[in-house]
């Protein structure tokens, strides 16, 4: 017979066991000592916060037989076993879902006129209530207004909204709010005790974390990562299991984010998701850290709940943010992850949320003044670049004509990419990211042609100011003014190779001896 699931095995049989609840299971408590259980509830939360167990022990305190009615249910009685048991014929569960139709609850309010067979009390769990047609609510909804003394209801749901008011009227409501960090890991840790499992405290804390505040979604997780109960549960054997990322890899994700590196940004989500990780996981890993982010900039770092090190590190990050950046990180990682299919590019939403965030703000579009020509409106005024390194606004040297010889050494430039990427990340922090999908490979004239392999990137390239900002980076390393100019090629060569197939440069003798006497230089 297969071993019981353990958020099966330790459900909670009384209601000192119902974790994070207590507002409930005290108003149900003293309602039972003073007589005052009513005929009707309606019980609403997320799921797996204790909706159905605490209706089942309604079921058993009711119809418990010990003498104090605050020691009820006792687990003892022959009432109280029978329901532990899954045997009590007065305890009736429906499941909405399967049983949607009008006629499933008249088939419902026939059986009710009768009496209880075993208890004091017939007591219907009617589960995900708002999977309920129209016609079956107003067929249950007579049936709540004037019920037989012997019959409680209780309805439980996860979509409060989808309950029509006419029912919920009829009903006592109890809210179920999700269990915090500190009660699910008090509940794993005891189960953890109980079935002597060796695991490691920070390997315990991630799975709480995991379970978002559901006490049976927590413990199946648990039940989820072992293997081997004689083995010790490590923290790393955790995260493969779950598919969730090393914190210190979300840590540093919004740290790009917050210096605008799109390159190491992109890098790190790719690493994390060659590494195992889930995407879905991975993305809400990144919306709660920036959330505790902003919940320590807008309010207080008591807000969230963390080691003295990580609220140190959240304070920290927050004033590295501003507060549009922020939010806007926030709401694109959110949507990133909710729309999140699959598919062959499983990273792929959370590069595009990653660019999105950092991607330029375009240049408001003038408005035309009454009696100005609409072409004096149409062309933008260039940006001046972000950071200037040589203090002095750059300017652009007029195109040679075609054909002319180049002024410069493509190879140079080529030899020389990993500074010239640094010095434009002074002017664009975006661009040297699109740099790394480019290579010289040529100049004329004074046109260095750049080679990309997409038409994106040659749009991206081409743009006006990005151009500028290539160019006096090109200028202030080497001293010399060229114009650019992207083509599309079938591939990009790494540095060393595009070094090595970039044009000769035009000092050499044996080269320029060649060109007086008519010769080409051959590719």
């Given amino acids: 017979m297969p071993e019981q699931a353990l958020y099966l095995k330790w459900r909670p049989l009384s209601y000192d066991d119902v974790v994070g609840q207590e507002h409930i299971t005290r108003t149900l408590r003293n309602a039972l000592i003073r007589g005052r ?10 799921r797996g916060t204790g909706k159905t167990t605490t209706a089942r022990l309604l079921a058993k305190a009711v119809n418990c037989t010990h003498a104090d009615a605050g020691q009820r249910p006792c687990n003892a009685c022959a009432n109280c076993m029978a329901i532990n048991e899954a045997r009590f014929l007065d305890l009736i569960e429906i499941d909405a879902a399967s049983h949607t139709g009008v006629d499933d609850v008249r088939e419902l309010r026939d059986k009710i006129a009768f009496a209880p067979g075993e208890g004091s009390y017939k007591v219907y769990i009617i589960d995900e209530v708002h999977r309920f047609s129209g016609n079956a609510f107003d067929a249950l909804l007579k049936t709540l207004e004037e019920p037989p003394a012997h019959a409680i209801f209780v309805l439980a749901t996860t979509e409060i909204d989808k309950v029509p008011a006419t029912i919920k009227s009829r009903c006592l409501q109890f809210e179920f709010r999700r ?67 090393h914190s210190l890899q979300v840590g540093q994700l919004v740290e790009a984010l917050a210096e605008e590196d799109v390159a190491r940004g992109i890098h790190l989500i ?33 807000l969230v709940e963390a080691a003295p090190e990580e609220g140190a590190t959240y304070q920290q ?54 009696g100005r020509p609409p072409a004096a409106a149409s062309d933008p005024p260039e940006a001046s670049p972000a950071r200037p390194a040589t203090g002095q606004d750059y300017q652009r040297a007029p195109a040679s004509a075609p054909g002319e010889p180049p002024v410069y050494s493509a190879a140079k430039i080529q030899a020389g990419w990993s500074e010239l990427l640094s010095q434009v990340y002074r002017y664009n922090r975006n661009l040297p990211a699109l740099l790394e999908h480019a290579h010289a490979r040529l100049i004329e004239g004074n046109r260095l042609v750049l080679g990309v392999t997409t038409e994106f990137f040659r749009d991206k390239i081409t743009s006006a100011d990005r151009a500028k900002f290539i160019e006096q980076a090109i200028y202030d390393l080497h001293k010399v003014k060229l114009r650019i100019e992207v083509r599309v090629v079938d591939t990009v060569m790494a540095p060393e190779e595009a070094s090595e197939s970039a044009e000769v440069p035009v000092d050499d003798p044996l080269i320029a001896a060649g060109k007086e006497l008519g010769g080409v230089v051959d590719d």
């Fill in 37 to 46: 259980v009513r005929h009707a509830y309606l019980f609403s939360g997320p």
């Fill in 179 to 245: 269990v915090s960090l500190k009660e699910l890991l008090a509940r794993l840790t005891y189960i953890t005790e109980q079935e002597s499992l060796s695991i490691e405290p920070a390997a315990l804390e991630l799975i709480a974390r995991q379970g978002t505040g559901s006490v049976r979604d927590s413990i199946s997780l648990l039940d989820q990562i072992v293997v081997d109960p004689d083995e010790t549960i490590t923290l790393e054997v955790t995260q493969k299991l779950l598919g969730t990322a």
């Fill in 317 to 370: 990050m927050a004033a590295r943010f501003s507060r549009s950046r922020l939010l806007k990180a926030i709401r694109a990682f959110n949507a990133a992850v909710n729309n999140y299919t699959g598919g062959w590019q499983p990273q792929l939403s959370l590069e595009l949320a990653l660019i999105e965030i950092l991607q330029e703000e375009q240049p408001p579009v003038a408005q035309v003044p009454p």
């Fill in 270 to 302: 790719n690493m994390a998701i060659d590494g195992g990780s889930d995407p879905r996981q991975f993305g809400q890993q990144i919306v709660t850290y920036l959330r505790n982010v902003m919940l320590t900039q807008t309010a207080s770092v008591d």
